[in-house]
Nanobody, 120 residues
Framework: VQLVESGGGLVQAGGSLSLSCTAS????????MGWYRQGPGKQRELVAT????????DYADSVMGRFTISRDNTGNTVTLQMNGLKPEDTGVYYC??????????????WGHGTQVTVSS
C-alpha cells in the first residue's frame, strides 16, 4: 500500500494549485487522510485533514478560508485545493493516512512529498 501524490509546482502569489493523493494497493479502508507541509528550515506541520466519510475537516489557522480538502466517493483519493497562495505556503507537501486497514493491524502511511513553490 502506498500514497501516490500529484500536483504541486511553481505559482505566483495569489495563484492556485491543486494536490491529489491516491491510496493504492491492497487494503480495505483508509481512515483520516490529510496533508502536512515542511517549509525551508521549518518543522513539518499539519495543513488539513478529512475523515474517511468526509464528515469532518480540520485546517491549520494559516490556511483557513484559502485551502479546501476533499475526498472522492471511494474515499481513496484526497484533494487539496489551494487558493490565494502566499510565499509562506512554500514547502514540501506530504500526504498522510493515519490508519490503513489491510486485514492486519492498522498502520500509518506517508507519501513521498511534492514541492509547492510560491513566488512573490
Amino acid at each position: 500500500v502506498q500514497l501516490v501524490e500529484s500536483g504541486g509546482g511553481l505559482v505566483q502569489a495569489g495563484g492556485s494549485l491543486s494536490l491529489s493523493c491516491t491510496a493504492s494497493g491492497s487494503f480495505t479502508l483508509v481512515k483520516t487522510m490529510g496533508w502536512y507541509r515542511q517549509g525551508p528550515g521549518k518543522q513539518r506541520e499539519l495543513v488539513a485533514t478529512i475523515t474517511s466519510d468526509s464528515s469532518s475537516e480540520d485546517y491549520a489557522d494559516s490556511v483557513m478560508g484559502r485551502f479546501t480538502i476533499s475526498r472522492d466517493n471511494t474515499g481513496n483519493t484526497v484533494t487539496l485545493q489551494m487558493n490565494g497562495l502566499k510565499p509562506e505556503d512554500t514547502g514540501v507537501y506530504y500526504c498522510h493516512a493515519d490508519r490503513v486497514y489491510d486485514g492486519g493491524a492498522p498502520f500509518e502511511l506517508w507519501g513521498h512529498g511534492t514541492q509547492v513553490t510560491v513566488s512573490s
